[in-house]
T-cell receptor
Framework: EDQVTQSPEALRLQEGESSSLNCSYT??????LFWYRQDPGKGPEFLFT???AGEEKEKERLKATLTKKESFLHITAPKPEDSATYLC?????????????FGTGTRLKVLA | DARVTQTPRDKVTEMGQEVTMRCQPI?????VFWYRQTMMQGLELLAY????????DSGMPKDRFSAEMPDATLATLKIQPSEPRDSAVYFC???????????FGQGTRLTVV
């Protein structure tokens, strides 16, 4: 069965304390992996798309990487405004249609 | 300021009533998605459209849910009859293409009592 698992479920960091979030997946045919950020009471906000193993994308304090089995979202020197839930989603093609499977997210809290 | 607009933002209804949620996608986007988010299940894809044609609705309970795009500026998700287990936040999202990133609306929080 296709699965997307994110870890840890929750993470508390001190401001400036770098860390990584994990998204592991088992799908038959990965077409793309997406990272989103979601603030309370709002819709997910797009961060990155990765398409092939070895690919990396960066934006401010965030860097996303992809292997054949997992993706990491690295947060360097986080600030309190980075506090949010981070979601990854896997896109695959099955029976001629696109399927999107979201992980349950990592709730990140950055303390000042 | 291009964004996806959803109405209503909150809806409380009694079991058995019909509920209609509306979405205005970003102008120029040809793909519209409907998602449901709950604490237990997270985000689940219900259905999506490309150029107003339904491509996949396998995530949607067919007996009570229906999704349509009457025109390029409006997508609707209807539940009839509603049940307490339908309580969730429903998100609409749009994208330039099926395989590109999606831009989400603020969601409709549905409570069925």
């Amino acid at each position: 069965e296709d699965q997307v698992t994110q870890s840890p479920e929750a993470l508390r960091l001190q401001e400036g304390e770098s860390s990584s979030l994990n998204c592991s997946y088992t799908v038959s045919g990965l077409r793309g992996l997406f990272w989103y950020r979601q603030d309370p009471g709002k819709g997910p906000e797009f961060l990155f798309t990765l398409y092939s193993a070895g690919e990396e994308k960066e934006k401010e304090r965030l860097k996303a990487t992809l292997t054949k089995k997992e993706s990491f979202l690295h947060i360097t020197a986080p600030k309190p405004e980075d506090s949010a839930t981070y979601l990854c989603a896997v896109q695959e093609v099955a029976s001629g249609t696109y399927k999107y499977i979201f992980g349950t997210g990592t709730r990140l809290k950055v303390l000042a | 300021d291009a964004r996806v607009t959803q109405t209503p933002r909150d809806k409380v209804t009694e079991m058995g009533q019909e509920v209609t949620m509306r979405c205005q996608p970003i102008l120029g986007h040809n793909t519209v998605f409907w998602y449901r988010q709950t604490m237990m299940q997270g985000l689940e894809l219900l259905a999506y459209f490309r150029n107003r044609a339904p491509l996949d609705d396998s995530g949607m309970p067919k007996d009570r849910f229906s999704a349509e795009m009457p025109d390029a500026t409006l997508a609707t998700l209807k539940i009839q009859p509603s049940e307490p287990r339908d309580s969730a936040v429903y998100f609409c999202a749009s994208g330039l293409e099926v395989d590109t990133e999606a831009f989400f609306g603020q969601g409709t929080r549905l409570t069925v009592v």
